[in-house]
């Protein structure tokens, strides 16, 4: 069984800094992507970032090029966020998700994009608050 669980969230200050992580368990292989998603109050859903478990390709989305930065542990099957100089906007649950290759496109994982609907497994969430 698949399972994704988010930690690092918290309140901080505009300009600060925070590192998220999401362990994952019960994948049989390497071959996947995990992507990073938020939901801010009254908003829609957006992706953040992604990361191929295999090439480590990332993917940002404009918002936070620049400031935030994805990474793996391949051997602790663990994906890193992290954000830095964080601004109010950036206030949301963060959920991480991962996507597995599709049937008969095994090589689709070497890339990756954020489209949510992609992502078959999903974390429980965890909260990030920017604020003064």
């Known amino acids: 069984q698949l399972q994704l669980v988010e930690s690092g969230g918290g309140l901080v200050q505009p300009g600060g800094s925070l590192r998220l992580s999401c362990a994952a368990s019960?994948?049989?292989?390497?071959?996947?992507?995990i992507g990073w998603f938020r939901q801010a109050p009254g908003k829609e859903r957006e992706g953040v970032s992604c990361i191929s478990m295999i090439t480590s390709y990332t993917t940002y989305t404009d918002g936070v090029k620049g400031r935030f930065t994805i990474s793996r542990d391949s051997a602790k099957r663990t994906v890193y966020l992290q954000m830095n100089n964080l601004n109010p906007e950036d206030t949301a649950v963060y959920y991480c998700?991962?996507?597995?290759?599709?049937?008969?496109?095994?090589?689709?994982?070497?890339?990756?994009?954020?489209?949510?609907?992609?992502?078959?497994?999903w974390g429980q969430g965890t909260q990030v608050t920017v604020s003064s």
């Open positions: 998700a991962a996507r597995p290759p599709p049937p008969r496109k095994p090589l689709a994982t070497l890339t990756c994009n954020l489209t949510a609907l992609d992502f078959t497994s």
């Open positions: 019960g994948f049989s292989s390497d071959n996947y992507v």
